[in-house]
């Protein structure tokens, strides 16, 4: 049965360990993902961004093959299905859909609109036992079509959200979607501990975890970050076993062009990295 975040984040947050939000893209990505939080014992949270959702036939359709595999598959850890950068019309399609959580992404608007609109969802996600997400300053890099540079969130404004009753949130601190440039300079670990002053026990979320070195993500977590997402590298990892696959001719051997043999490299690949990302945040065995 899916849940809300709130409760595996407000642990992770407690001790010290993040909760990794692992990006679907179809049956093949849900089912390495959910395998593996099961062989880790760790609690997961599969996003589906917009995009997304609409690549695997609408949110519905998410849901009910999200369902189906955490009965098929005997999934006993904590699992969130989770709108990632969601417009505030997606947000209530989620709510319908039976989603466990979603993210709006207000960080867009003027910040009194951003309050605004958070402020209806609050109530929403409370009658649905759904957690929400929200965001302050906007992330870097390309997420469906959106391109941003990285700002850094204002840590009054972080606050003046935290205060809606959103359950956790999510603050620019120079981290962007996508491969990190060679000239980035890094995360700024000062906006962060503002942040997390001014915020107090909320879950803190850091976007766009490919690339980042790991001693940041671990300092990051330090200082209170909670979730983090990945999607990227999970995506790298998949084109690059695939390719092996092909350039090696083992399609064209035997029955080696049935999809479930052709993408099986793909799917070991992306277990073995969210496998990798679990222990780096410290969630395995956290169920």
């Not at 302050?136 to 809606?164: R, T």
């Amino acid at each position: 049965m899916l849940v809300s975040a709130t409760e595996m984040l407000k642990k992770a947050k407690a001790g010290h360990y993040a909760v990794g939000q692992f990006n679907i893209n179809n049956l093949e990505w849900t089912k390495c993902i959910l395998q593996t939080a099961q062989e880790c014992n760790s609690p997961v949270i599969l996003g589906v961004s917009e995009g997304a959702g609409k690549y695997m036939c609408g949110y519905k359709t998410v849901v009910g093959m999200v369902n189906g595999m955490l009965e098929e598959l005997n999934i006993t850890v904590p699992v969130a299905l989770h709108l990632d950068h969601g417009s505030y019309e997606a947000c209530l399609k989620c709510v319908d859909a039976g989603f466990s959580s979603i993210m709006f992404d207000g960080s867009h608007y003027p910040i009194e609109e951003n309050v605004e609109k958070t402020k209806e969802l609050v109530k929403i996600v409370a009658e649905n036992n759904m957690s929400l997400e929200a965001e302050v300053g906007s992330i870097g890099g390309e997420e469906d079509g959106v391109v941003g540079m990285g700002e850094c969130a204002d840590p009054a404004e972080c606050k003046m959200i935290a205060d809606l009753g959103i359950d956790f949130l999510a603050a620019g601190i120079g981290n962007i979607h996508g491969k990190y440039p060679e000239n980035w300079p890094g995360l700024r670990f000062d906006v962060l501990d503002a942040i997390q002053q001014k915020t107090g026990d909320m879950p803190l979320v850091l976007h766009g975890g490919t690339g980042i070195p790991d001693d940041m993500i671990k300092k990051a977590i330090d200082l209170g970050v909670a979730k983090i997402n990945v999607n990227t590298e999970c995506q790298l990892v998949f084109a690059d076993a695939t390719r092996g696959y092909i350039e090696a001719g083992k399609d064209q051997q035997g029955k080696g062009f049935d999809p479930r043999k052709l993408l099986a490299p793909g799917c070991e690949a992306i277990k073995a990295k969210v496998k990798e990302k679990m222990e780096l945040f410290g969630s395995v065995g956290k169920a």
